[in-house]
């Protein structure tokens, strides 16, 4: 059975920072595209970062300030983000691809507001 799961979300400051992480099981982690993306009130859930092996990439609105990584030692993905901006508020999505099947976790809210 697969699972995702995303943790470090919270409410920062304008301006501050946050590390979100996913952890996942029950996928061979090691080939798998990740991905995450982001789901704000109202609005469609859109990506935010990827990453395929090597190749790393970015929604035009974090680049320079979000940073994907992925430790295939401990079939975890992590998604650094600075300089958060209220409009990055939003619950993000831990997503896997495996020989094109998606899988989701169940999401982490992150709430930029001073």
């Known amino acids: 059975q697969v699972h995702l799961v995303e943790s470090g979300g919270g409410l920062v400051q304008p301006g501050g920072s946050l590390r979100l992480s996913c952890a996942a099981s029950?996928?061979?982690?090691?080939?798998?595209?990740m991905a995450w993306y982001r789901q704000a009130p109202g609005k469609q859930r859109e990506l935010v970062a990827s990453?395929?092996?090597?190749?790393?990439k970015y929604a035009d609105s974090v680049k320079g300030r979000f940073t994907m990584s992925r430790d295939n030692a401990k079939n975890t993905v992590y998604l650094g983000m600075n300089s958060l901006k209220p409009e990055d508020s939003a619950v993000y999505y831990c997503?896997?691809?495996?020989?094109?099947?998606?899988?989701w976790g169940q999401g982490t809210q992150v709430t930029v507001s001073s």
């Open positions: 997503n896997a691809d495996v020989v094109n099947k998606a899988y």
């Open positions: 029950g996928i061979r982690f090691s080939i798998a595209a």
């Open positions: 990453i395929m092996g090597s190749s790393r």
